[in-house]
């Protein structure tokens, strides 16, 4: 083992990949030859078989084909095999040698998630007379002690991959299932039998096979070897460069580098630890250079890489899941996760900007002073680019794209356009000279209203290629993206290739911007060729990360020799180190999916038994009690729950056994209080919450390793990380009562509008929670500040006091209502009827109002059916497969109130007074700035 370095308690190089890997690939190294081989061997044949089912091969060739339930046991297989091999059973184990225990071990696991395959096949029924689906719920004793050895192994290979917490919460839910009978007042049910265990936890498709071990299986994996290969070829390397040379100059310049490196960085890395190790040893010594104490380098990294979770398109693997749970298409989670996403990073930026002025910190040095223009344009143009055009940019162009399909919208999507670009750079140029502001704004414009012509431009060459080739549009698609390929590698050699500085060496200069990023902008292709087929395309995330994976691929081939070739430099060997790099991808991507694919498998036992035991009911029975009904309650108490359980267990397995057991109960208890809370809402609350819990000390895993390089104290670092983190925690709120931040039922117009928006109310929050604005905040300044940002996130809870949103009329009258309403427009109801254990209860449900003729065929078109029984209205019929079903109506329910939509002055009113108190907030607080003068350095520990 390395040894730490004792005098700043910052660990050693190898100690910090000893730390990576423990908690991601496995922290054992044989130094047997032919060992490590056959682990490498093992890893690369995994990625190959993954790589394999996901292209569209085995179903051209018809060879090959596997299906999703064929899938997954052999994914496990891998990984159960692997987990025995790379991580060892106890921190004294050896970690130079695989113990025979550990062989025999990985070959049974593997062994029994493999006998779902084989024992279900053809062969096996020719020989046996019956196979696993021929005999459901009704397992023989071979399948019962194959599934009891593989629970086993798998709960022993959770806590060795992702320590004790996540196998004992599936040991206490196991339990739960055969012990129903004694367990306490509500939570007793009658138990299930050990056959029955068996056979629905591991032979079908409810418990560790289930939807979890799916997504791993089908999606995530792809994604994960797509961001492996990517930082093979250099990506994450060029990410931080880039970061650095655009904001390392900036006051707190390297703090506010870290922050956007570590989000480029989480868009390709599934782990927050990672995250942190890999950016972090060349970013926190360079923040505490410039004034940074070492809890504030540690937590300033903590944050901006854990964020990276919850950046699409990946998502810590979150986003597919939310897909197969949710039942919405891959396009809509990331559309509604966008918005939230970004405006915490760029919240996180403003936060290392007033730490910066309150420190009055400088930033570094680069090595040529720029030409005024070019300072200009790169510093603020390229800066705003790589922080919104490549997020929020990007997203609204391919919204623009669809609204421009539509003659009517061309001349508002344009206006827009050219409007925000106007706003940005005359904002960007405020503080400048006239003429310096002019070449910014003419400039800026100018490279940004190319770039939106171009992406205009691609978006139509494409689609007129696909209308005139027909069946050979990919291979043209090919052809030209090779020939871009190629172009970008001629151009980026021209530059020198970026090499990694040294953060220990006494002074470190910037590199200039330009050559900086001009010399890897070819790995932004495949981003673009996935972000192209998952948004544009719409083709399926398996098969988009699979195209993205094989360009990879290409380029890890290719991109060495082509350097050479257009550099004059000798070809000798750099196909062979191309074809090395890739291996070595490829064999990273598997082993960094093993805690991933073990995760998912041991979630999926509490899906399981929740499935099994019928336990969310009770838990919604619970949380009705604790709470009193109050959906503020329930929220809290489902957000301390997502931090307690998410302090043991990984993003993905916390999010899958949360959202499992309280997201259905949130959205039923809301429904009870009046509150219509759509399902994405309450999803992505509980995985904000999970992300929290790897901050949170004392068990914040990335706070940790975030001091191990700071030497820093991890408990101090987690603390003012998880301050840090606020706003994190307080967007799950904001989109539970404001929906519109996730961009539902919203054009993409008001999208732009709500996101300018939402970002100016999260910067004011930040302003107000970090007790800095233009200066130091007065107290009554603060809470004004907070009130501010209340009052732009959430502008319709004043109004709803100044003008109720809905009048009660008589329910008996809902036919003419309906014929009088807006067609579009929705009618709320309270209804009276019971629960599923015959006890009363009230519901809040949603009638859509059609445009057919008369308010009759509305509420037929609409599927439900009433009665007038003596001035009370009950429902007589919600119609089969109805929107009266889908809404929770049912046969002899009581509508005992019927609320219409009521004329409301426009909530943005508000804004007004809002924008004023801003704006006198602002003047005090300039004039006492300017009074005060210059503020001393003060240099951090």
Sequence with gaps: MAQDDTTTGKLSDEALEDLVASTDTGGRKPTNRSIALLIAGTALAWSIFQVWIASPIPYTTGFGVFSSGEARPIHLAFALFLAYLAYPAFKNSPRRTVPTTDWILACVAAFCSLYLFFFDSEIVKQIFGTRLSDRPNNPNQMDVIVSVVGIILLLEATRRALGPPLMIVALVFLGYTFLGPYAPGILAWKGASFNAVAYHQWLSTEGVFGIALGVSTDLVFLFVLFGALLDKAGAGNYFIKVAFSLMGHLSGGPAKAAVVASGMTGLISGSSIANVVTTGTFTIPMMRRVGFSPEKAGAVEVASSVNGQIMPPVMGAAAFLMVEYIGISYFEVVKHAFVPAVISYIALVYIVHLEAKKLGMAGLDRATKPKPLKWGLISFGVTMAIILAAASGIYYLFLAFEALKEADDKVLAIAVVLGIIFTVFTMLGSRLSEERRMQ??????????????????????????????????????????????????????????????????????????????????????????????????????????????????????????????????????????????????????????????????????????????????????????????????????????????????????????????????????????????????????????????????????????????????PIRTGFVAFFYSLRTALLPFLFIFNTDLLLIDVTWAQGVFIFIVATAAMLIFTAGSQGYFVARSRIWESIALLLIAFTLFRPGFWMDYVSPPFESVNPTEIATVMGEAEPGSQLRTIVQGLDDVGDPITLTMVIDVGDEPTGEERLEAFGLEVLDDGGKLLVDNAIFDSKAQAAGFDFDQEISQLLVPTPQPSKYLFYIPALALLALIFLLQRRRNDAAGPEPVEQGA
């Design 440 to 713: 910014l704004i003419s400039t800026g414009a100018m490279v940004l209203g190319l770039t939106v012509i171009s992406a205009f431009g691609v978006f139509y060459l494409v689609e007129t290629i696909g209308n005139l080739a027909g069946d050979a549009t990919p291979w043209i698609i090919a052809v030209l993206l090779g020939i871009a390929y190629v172009a970008l590698v001629r151009f980026c050699s021209s530059f020198p290739e970026l090499e990694l500085d040294d953060p220990n060496e006494p002074v470190i200069r910037l590199p200039e911007p330009g050559p900086t990023v001009k010399s890897g902008l070819h790995f932004l292709l495949p981003v673009i060729v996935l972000i192209w087929c998952l948004m544009v395309e719409r083709l399926s995330p398996s098969l988009s990360a699979f195209w993205a994976t094989a360009f990879m691929i290409f380029i890890l081939l290719t991109q060495r020799p082509l350097f050479a070739i257009f550099r004059n430099e000798s070809r000798e060997g750099t196909f062979a180190l191309g074809f090395s790099e890739l291996i070595d991808g490829m064999i990273a991507g598997a082993r960094n999916m093993i805690g991933i694919g073990i995760a998912t498998a041991a979630a999926g036992i509490i899906v399981g038994a929740v499935s099994q035991t019928g336990v969310g009911s009770v838990l919604a029975a619970l949380v009705e009690f604790l709470s009193q009904g109050q959906i503020m309650l329930i929220l809290i108490f489902t957000a301390i729950l997502s931090l307690i359980l998410g302090m043991g267990l990984p993003t993905t397995a916390n999010y899958i056994v949360v959202s499992s057991l309280l997201a259905p109960v949130i959205v039923a208890l809301g429904q009870q209080n009046g509150l219509i809370v759509p399902l994405i809402a309450v999803h992505l609350f509980v995985f904000y919450f999970g992300i929290m819990a790897d901050v949170t000390p004392p068990v914040g895993l990335a706070s940790f390793a975030a001091a191990a390089v700071s030497g820093g104290d």
